[in-house]
């Protein structure tokens, strides 16, 4: 996931398919956490709207794809989460992003 940016302005960028301004932030904080590995956030933010999963970035990555290319994340981690992710929302699986690769 390209976030190499510090401004808060390239940090908290629009999220394709989500609406308010809010929303886009806790879609790119999904993101991070998605990244990261962080599953009560994960968890969080997914209850609290479920749109967020399908959001990209701006090179078309899914959270499912910015999880899959961390290497931060615990293989059981990254198992439950992912199935978390596929569970609400079984297309990710088969979106490419900028670069055609799937998650």
Known sequence: CALTST???AR???IRGVGDSLTNQMGMDLILASRGGVEPIIYELTAFCAALI???TKNGRTP???LALSRSV???ASVRIA???LLQD?????CADACGCLP
């Open 12 to 14: 908290y960028s629009p």
């Open 74 to 76: 615990q293989p059981t």
């Open 83 to 85: 199935c978390s992710f």
């Open 54 to 56: 399908s959001g990209t």
């Open 7 to 9: 401004s808060s302005a």
């Open 90 to 94: 079984v297309q990710l699986l088969y």
């Open 64 to 66: 499912l794809h910015c």
